[in-house]
């Protein structure tokens, strides 16, 4: 323990032991119903679309907040309708979470501090302007969901800026929704910040006093239970930092004049800090129980008697239906370890879509398996009501239950022979290529490319002449060969834009591509897609993540006619563009039914097939992406190592079918790479291309420490951003780059895809790229 970390958490002991002679706590009654927190796109992306209004300049702040509250208000009486008992009141965000705390705590990044208006403030640490860098971008966790990484510098101001948390509760308050505020924690929001002069943990001190007043400020206000979200005490944590949360909760709870506390912990089993979060004067404690089933780990923590448990057993990150028999065996082995017991989704149901309603193209023999939001609100209430007053009281719903499990479990398309047969007769060769300096020769001559190869990640902007063209094919407004043109024009305008602009390596733009999963398992045996089962990415970033509830099999080829033609546009070398098992498995719910290593064995298979078929049409380039490798790692160490070799094979087993001398690129991108930097190098791809831009650089060194000599396309500008870098900023990005890649493995590209911006800052960020990578040549 530093001597910095042991006087923070001297103090805090000291503070702790101070407070508990004068504590008060104000009256609060154990729930017996809710979720731990809840989405806010809208369930049409109505938050969406009036949020870039207001970014466009077409609405003013105003009518942005009427949509917004227009949202939480029909989202609370929604869920008061259904019966919860304790409803979650701020977990509302225009962006990100993480970023309304940083907000809350006056933690912003001084480059934001000259913008006046507070809501312009806040976008441009989330996005950046023309003159603004943003705050970095990483994954929440192990999902799929995005958060500002905040930054906690020397000069650090911490303040309390709880207006908006405040208005939001009053709100609720005033619709009489029994309202629990929700903030993220102050050991996760400091464990998730970037420090610059030492660890940001050590600003906790400061901190812990401004949170004891948030929790008085919302006492006052009328809140009987503040939960705060400390999902980072189920990582790896040490010794220290678990007396450290003792320490922080022992005073937090110590607080005068206090609502009851709930501490949420999910996405994983919390071990020792369960028994630090216990032994503290907080009166409740959230735990997932999808992660946590070893029940014995809980039962025996006898701190727990005397407090709220709040038993996460109605999966909040998946879609399949709730096995309400095992939940409610769960929860009635855990009435013996609390005063009371609550019924709770695991985590926020911001990870799924808001309702199975609009869902009617779904096979109805699937749709039967199948819980999205407010079907899982549904299964909690139904939970709480027999945890209370018996089973009885809900025969028909377990009835109904019970025969959707059944035939789920029967149905033939969750075992496909023919797939299994293929996969069982591969042998270790499937994974192997020559080695990379051997192919390094046979691509470089049939390639012929310069020093730093300029090209692009994949996607080129979704202009509203391709959004149109696909509508009009859904509706039948056009037939199949009319939206084929359209597609095919799109096409060779993107080709002939990157010939006019230089670059070296061309890619077909993706067109033809609503997402570069949904594409994929649209085309694919084993996956269903939904009509609006939207879900936030970050932002205004909403993906439709397609359900993987069968075996895997490709029917035909998915991509080939598409990058033919792009390629018969052209001399220079088109990439055949393709997303990795990873991936699809990421950002797609998948089947709880067998591991994820079967699944991305089946659909590495179906990758497999595809980068053959383009070889064999004459592509020279595959580039095939992962940019969720990182996404999926397990939070604790231990359980890491099984989870990169399953996904670095999956991978190597996609793209060892093709010829030495056809170059296999991948994309990564927006996580914390460090941890798997080894797993990279393991996939052996000839080039890789990563998120380097907002983090300046840093991958590089991650990379030499591990020896990596394959190409590498560090990003020189990021895409998420509207702002158009300029020649010199590029070129100084290069120069970066270069003091840790020699320029013959160095590509130059941007962080990521096009898809999301617009053509003509696309086109000038592009003639900037290709200007930066001539001058440095």
């Not at 944590?237 to 320490?247: A, F, K, P, V």
């Not at 080695?435 to 046979?442: F, G, H, K, N, Y």
Request: aromatic share 6%.
């Amino acid at each position: 323990m530093s001597l910095g970390f042991r006087v923070l958490v001297g103090r805090l002991a000291s503070r702790t032991q101070h407070w508990r002679n004068i504590v008060t706590v104000s009256h609060y009654t154990p729930f017996t119903a809710t979720v731990l927190g809840l989405p806010r796109v809208g369930p049409q992306r109505e938050l969406k679309r009036a949020t870039e209004s207001y970014w466009a300049g077409r609405i003013d702040a105003g009518q942005l907040h009427a949509v917004a509250r227009d949202l939480r208000r029909t989202q609370l009486a929604e869920l008061q309708a259904a019966g919860l008992d304790s409803i979650p009141v701020g977990t509302f965000s225009y962006y990100d979470q993480v970023l309304d705390t940083a907000a809350l705590l006056g933690a912003l990044p001084p480059r934001v501090a000259g913008i006046a208006d507070p809501l312009d403030r806040y976008f441009a640490a989330a996005r950046g302007t023309d003159t603004v860098e943003p705050l970095e971008m990483t994954k929440w966790f192990d999902t799929n969901y995005h958060y500002l990484v905040p930054e906690i510098c020397p000069d650090t101001a911490f303040s309390l800026h709880p207006e908006q948390l405040l208005e939001q509760l009053r709100e609720a308050l005033a619709a009489e929704v029994p309202a629990r505020p929700v903030v993220v924690g102050p050991i996760t929001f400091l464990k998730l910040a970037k420090a610059s002069g030492g660890s940001a943990l050590d600003r906790l001190g400061e901190l812990v006093p401004l949170y004891g007043e948030l929790l008085r400020l919302l006492a006052a206000a009328g809140a009987e239970w503040v939960q705060l979200d400390e999902p980072v005490v189920v990582t790896d944590l040490t010794d220290d930092e678990i007396e450290l949360i003792g320490n922080t909760y022992a005073e937090l709870s110590a607080a005068k004049d206090r609502p009851a506390i709930l501490v949420a912990t999910y996405f994983g089993k919390p071990g020792a800090a369960l028994t630090a979060l216990a032994g503290t004067e907080i009166e409740g404690i959230a735990l997932d129980f999808t992660a946590v089933t070893e029940l014995s780990e809980v039962v025996a923590v006898p701190a727990l008697a005397g407090k709220l448990l709040v038993a996460g057993v109605v999966d909040g990150r998946n879609v399949w239906r709730a096995d309400l028999d095992r939940a409610l065996a769960t929860l009635g082995t855990l009435l013996g370890s609390a005063t009371t017991v609550a019924v709770s989704s695991s985590c926020s149901l911001l990870h799924v879509p808001y309702t199975l309603d609009t869902e009617t193209g779904l096979d109805a023999q699937l749709r039967s398996w199948l819980a999205f939001g407010a079907e899982k609100v549904a299964e909690v209430r139904l939970l709480a009501t027999a945890l209370n007053e018996g089973t009885e009281t809900i025969t028909t719903e377990l009835g109904t239950v019970r025969a959707a499990l059944a035939s789920r479990r029967a149905d033939i398309r969750l075992d496909d022979p023919k797939v299994r047969a293929r996969l069982a007769a591969l042998g270790p060769d499937a994974l192997r290529r020559a080695p990379a300096e051997q192919r390094r020769v046979l691509q470089a001559e049939r390639l012929r490319l310069p020093a730093l190869p300029t090209t692009t990640i994949g996607s080129y902007p979704q202009t509203s002449a391709i959004r149109l063209a696909r509508a009009a094919l859904r509706k039948g407004d056009i037939d199949n060969a009319e939206y084929v043109r359209r597609m095919r024009a799109e096409i060779a305008d993107v080709v002939a834009l990157q010939e006019k602009l230089g670059l070296d390596v061309l890619v077909h733009g993706e067109p033809e591509r609503n997402d570069m999963v949904q594409y994929f398992a649209e085309q694919l045996d084993g996956f269903a897609a939904t009509e609006a089962g939207w879900v936030q990415s970050y932002g205004t970033r909403c993906v439709r993540p397609p359900i993987l509830y069968g075996d895997v099999a490709r029917r035909t080829p998915m991509t080939v006619d598409w990058i033919s033609y792009a390629q018969s546009l052209t001399d220079k070398p088109v990439k055949g563009m393709l997303t990795g098992p990873v991936t699809i498995l990421a950002w797609s719910f998948v089947r709880d039914d067998q591991s994820l290593a079967d699944s991305a064995r089946q659909v590495a298979l179906a990758i497999r097939d595809e980068t053959v078929d383009l070889q064999a049409a004459g592509i020279r380039i595959v580039q095939v992406d992962e940019p969720a490798l990182r996404e999926l790692l397990p939070l604790r160490a231990a359980d890491q190592p099984a989870y990169l070799d399953w996904s670095v094979q999956a991978f190597r087993l996609a793209t060892s079918g093709v010829s030495d001398a056809t170059q296999v690129h991948t994309h990564l991108c927006y996580s914390e790479f460090g941890e798997v930097i080894d797993a990279i190098a393991g996939l052996d791809a000839d080039v890789t291309s990563i998120e380097a831009a907002r983090s300046h650089m840093e991958v590089l060194d991650d990379l030499n420490a591990a020896g990596f000599d394959l190409g590498v396309g560090p990003g020189v500008y990021d895409i998420h951003s509207p702002r158009v870098p300029s020649v010199e900023e590029i070129t100084t990005s290069l120069r970066a780059a270069l003091k840790a890649v020699p320029a013959e493995r160095l590509w130059v590209n941007p962080d990521c895809g096009l898809k999301t911006r617009g053509p003509v800052e696309v086109e000038a960020a592009l003639r900037n790229m290709v200007a930066a990578a001539a001058a440095v040549r």
